[in-house]
């Protein structure tokens, strides 16, 4: 890969331009460059510059810049409706906490400034004067696959233990290896990451799950980063499963439900969903607890799905994900046995219980469980979930009624025919949305009114 291919926006190269032309340096720098190198679309374009905030401030004005974050030297500068972080070259100074450092110096060259930064592929700058400004050779790193800290790697993590989390992430973005050296510095420094904010900490796994690589990134070095943040997941591991269903211990059974989310990653992007990934990683976290051997020596899990659940709300809460994410997750979590019978009255109950978004991620954490599952238990399974999915879609297609509000009257209808308002309207109501899901009526008023008075006289007869 040549910096020929390098190519900015036109609004970065326009910032560029205007601050050399006031006589300061400028590069774009960081992950757009790792991207670009990779051939990959670059999200966001940072800006370095040997000019001082007040500087960049002062060259692009008032109206259209800023100043986001001057402790750190940067400005944010607008051009062309879009934002873009202007950022003094730095260094940082000691980083006490292991967090933050505790002091910013502005450094005169990129070189300086390329020091800091955690890895090869991440230390890279570019414009169209000086091309490929590499000197960690993180191109060479980006073409073999490696994520290799700069520099020292003991100083990098020990800086800033985020770096670990960093690391397996990129990994998991980009399906690139952790190097050796890097990968051993980051285990023995695994207890600095207690230095470091639950939400950092939950934002990086989050991005990790949902990455194309993710069970590969997790599973690297026997899992003991993920085994760290998530204590759950480290009673998991080497936890055996002597039955007929599992090959795998729990760690490895849940490491390859989720490889098995991301072979169909490669296809539709809801297969990214984070809902389902993290249910996935986290479905069976109960199962340490709920083990039992019987007297023939198979392990039986009673009750895991519940105390998993429980587990993942723990987890979850802990790593300050948002209460809908969480609900979402452990809903997931708590249902993950779920039997799918393929029947319409199964399908309709189903989707009353979940709705539909929920039902199908119900469907896909199912399926990938099940094929992290022996061949005997995922054919036991496919025979009754690919059925179950096609009489789903019938359900959906015809619209049938499956929660109160597709019933075809309401409480408002039952009161004008002479039924008392309160409690018993709603199990009123829930009883006729069965009698739709079991066919003992047709969703239509008239059909409605007709069973409920059936009812009703087979009451008074008993
Ligand atoms: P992406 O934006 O795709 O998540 P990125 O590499 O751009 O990845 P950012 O968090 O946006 O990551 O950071 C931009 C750049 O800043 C990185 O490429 C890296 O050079 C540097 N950087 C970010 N966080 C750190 C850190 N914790 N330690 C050292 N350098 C960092
Ligand atoms: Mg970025």
């Given amino acids: ?62 109206n259209n810049t800023i100043p986001t974050g001057l402790q750190h030297g940067t400005v944010t500068v607008k051009k062309d409706g879009e934002l873009f972080e202007v950022t003094t070259y730095r260094c940082d100074g000691d980083y006490s906490d292991g967090r933050h450092p505790d002091s910013v110096q502005y450094v005169r060259t990129i070189e300086e400034d390329l020091a800091r930064r955690d890895f090869t592929i991440n230390a890279m700058a570019y414009n169209e004067s000086r091309g490929l400004i590499d000197p960690y050779d993180g191109r060479h790193d980006c073409e073999k696959g490696i994520i290799r800290a700069v520099g020292d790697p003991d100083a990098r993590f020990t800086e800033d233990a985020l770096r670990i989390l960093r690391a397996v992430r990129f990994a998991a973005v980009l399906g690139f290896a952790v190097e050796s ?50 204590p759950e997941l480290d009673a998991c591991y080497g936890c055996a499963q002597n039955n007929r269903y599992h090959y795998l211990d729990v760690f490895g059974h849940t490491m390859q439900a989720l490889a098995n989310a991301e072979h169909y990653h490669r296809f539709p992007d809801e297969w990214a969903d984070g809902y389902v990934r993290m249910a996935l990683l986290l479905h069976d976290i109960g199962k340490p607890d709920s083990k039992t051997t019987d007297e023939n020596g198979y392990d039986h899990f009673y009750s895991h799905a519940s105390v998993s659940a429980q587990k993942a709300e723990q987890v979850l809460r802990r790593l300050r994900y948002s209460n809908a994410f969480v609900d979402t997750v452990v809903e997931l979590v708590a249902a993950h046995d779920v039997e799918f019978v393929p029947t319409k009255a199964c399908a309709r109950r189903l989707l009353n219980k979940f709705g539909v978004d929920q039902l199908h991620r119900l469907l896909k954490l199912r399926e990938c469980d099940n094929r992290a599952h022996t061949l005997e238990a995922w054919a036991r399974f496919e025979s009754n979930a690919v059925p179950f999915a096609a009489v789903l879609q019938q359900v959906l297609d015809e619209e049938s009624a499956f929660s109160l509000k597709d019933l075809a009257i309401n409480g408002k209808d039952l009161i004008a025919a002479g039924y008392k308002p309160g409690p018993q309207m709603g199990k009123l109501l829930n009883s006729l949305l069965d009698a739709v899901i079991t066919e003992q009526c047709k969703n239509d008023p008239v059909d409605l009114f007709a069973y409920l008075n059936r009812c009703e006289t087979e009451e008074n007869m008993a």
């Fill in 181 to 230: 050296t890097t990968k051993a510095a980051m285990q023995r420094h695994l207890d600095k990451l207690q230095n470091i904010s639950r939400e950092r900490i939950g934002a990086e796994l989050y991005k990790t799950v949902t990455a194309p690589h993710a069970a590969e990134a997790l599973q690297a070095g026997q899992g003991t980063v993920i085994r760290y943040i998530c």
């Fill in 1 to 62: 890969m040549t910096s020929e291919k390098i190519k900015l926006p036109p609004a970065v190269q326009a910032i560029l331009e205007t601050l050399q032309e006031n006589g300061h340096e400028a590069v774009a720098v960081g992950g757009c460059i790792r991207d670009q190198v990779l051939g990959r679309p670059a999200h966001d374009w940072d800006i370095g510059t040997s000019a001082l905030p007040e500087e960049v401030a002062q060259i692009f004005g008032a």
